[in-house]
């Protein structure tokens, strides 16, 4: 079952960034194990008075302290063994409460001078808010929590990371987990103001945002900074919006995507930026969550079935599959092997085609060899969420199960 590569389609990704795919077939007992290890790592490294984990060197080698956050942070870890526990994989021995409490303040104290705010889901104190929330349902907490995703909705950086399109995200979950009709208020609200932010691009002739990020205008396509990660609430919450702004946008993501897709024979691919000019000379086009299929796949897999979307996240599909494991920066959701085994298991619930859990189920095994190298490389786990282990325990457990929801994103 060897992802294959030929010199044709490696004109849509790069293949120094991948490797080949581990010839260890699917094993559910093994990857049960792996989901267990890894908690239990993580579990036994936990440092309460710091409230969370020491930054790995792949993370951020120039401060190793604890983060806090839902990215790499002990926002994202903390959510990650009460997901497993109450699915039932793990049994927790650990009381995170003390830390769950601390982990707003320490979010928002740790941005005090970011230039794009506090506000973020997944680096900020908008995805601990909602952790807090869940672990003790507190009034106030979610009145934090409104207040800061409201504040957030004209935020000019216009991506999933830092901007609106992001903080919705927790919106959404609160409309869902609440019912209170001012969350589905407040998502409607924000989509209308990224709706009237959308401008026509000069190069495609399409519908994109421009962001301004880390003090530079760009316009990005990718999920986790542009274009794919800007539509995904519409696609998410279709059933909480205006079915006539979730029908334009899914629309013009149709149309801009397909103007922007780089084609080769039953592969597409998109670079980091819809104008391709800015991109370095021979940096060849990403297959990450944040830039590439992978991130298509996984924010826009659940779009209206019609012949065009099932040929382009089909091909988005083939791409990430073709490509193969990757090999630059670990077991990463964000931009890793675990990423595109999402990718796989989002088209085979679209297609219901058993090739794409297979495939999903192929790349999890592959990740978890990535994840013993890099805790015998560097003496200790990788204790993050979206760019480490516990992603990593996260996809095991849906190939497990099953399922095919993105941590943080489809649940919370």
């Not at 999903?360 to 760019?387: C, D, K, N, P, Y």
């Not at 095991?396 to 199960?401: G, Q, Y």
């Amino acid at each position: 079952m060897g992802a294959s590569k030929t010199s044709a389609r490696s004109a849509l990704f790069d293949p120094a960034r991948h490797q080949p795919l581990t010839t260890t077939a699917w094993n559910a007992d093994a990857a049960w194990q792996a989901v267990r290890r890894i908690a239990a790592a993580a579990e036994a490294e936990f440092d309460a008075a710091d409230a969370g984990w020491k930054t790995h060197p792949l993370d951020d080698a120039q401060q190793p302290g604890a983060q806090h956050h839902l990215y790499f942070g002990a926002a994202g870890v903390i959510w990650a063994l009460r997901h497993l526990q109450h699915q039932q994989a793990i049994e927790l021995q650990t009381d995170f409460s003390a830390a769950i409490e601390q982990l707003p303040r320490r979010t928002r104290d740790a941005l005090a001078h970011e230039q794009h705010g506090s506000a973020s889901y997944l680096l900020g104190e908008s995805g601990a808010l909602l952790l807090q929330w869940r672990a003790t349902h507190q009034a106030a907490t979610a009145d934090a929590l409104f207040d800061v995703v409201r504040g957030n909705l004209r935020n000019p950086a216009r991506e999933a990371l830092w901007g609106s399109p992001g903080t919705l995200v927790a919106a959404i979950h609160m409309a869902e987990a609440s019912g209170e009709a001012r969350w589905a208020e407040l998502l409607q609200q924000g989509m209308q103001v990224l709706l009237d932010e959308m401008l026509i691009d000069p190069d495609t002739g399409t519908w994109i945002w421009e962001q301004d990020l880390y003090g530079a205008k760009r316009r990005l396509l990718g999920a986790g900074h542009g274009f794919v990660g800007n539509v995904y609430p519409a696609f998410r919450a279709a059933h909480l919006l205006d079915p006539a702004l979730v029908a334009v946008l899914q629309h013009r993501a149709l149309e801009t995507l397909q103007a922007t897709a780089l084609h080769d024979g039953d592969c597409l691919n998109w670079h980091p930026m819809v104008d391709a000019e800015r991109v370095a000379p021979g940096h060849l086009p990403l297959v990450h969550d944040c830039h590439g299929a992978p991130g298509v796949v996984c924010r826009l897999a659940n779009a209206p079935r019609s012949a065009d979307w099932d040929a382009l996240l089909r091909g988005a599909g083939e791409l990430v599959w073709r490509a193969g494991p990757l090999s630059t920066k670990g077991a990463s959701l964000c931009h890793g092997t675990p990423g595109s085994a999402l990718a796989c298991l989002k088209l085979w619930r679209r297609f219901d085609d058993p090739i794409w859990l297979a495939r999903g189920r192929a790349l999890a095994m592959h990740s978890i060899e990535l994840v013993e190298q890099h805790r015998a490389l560097h003496g200790a786990g990788r204790h993050s969420l979206w760019t480490g282990d516990l992603g990593v325990a996260c996809l095991l457990w849906n190939c497990i199960t099953e399922d095919d929801q993105f941590p943080t994103l489809d649940i919370f």
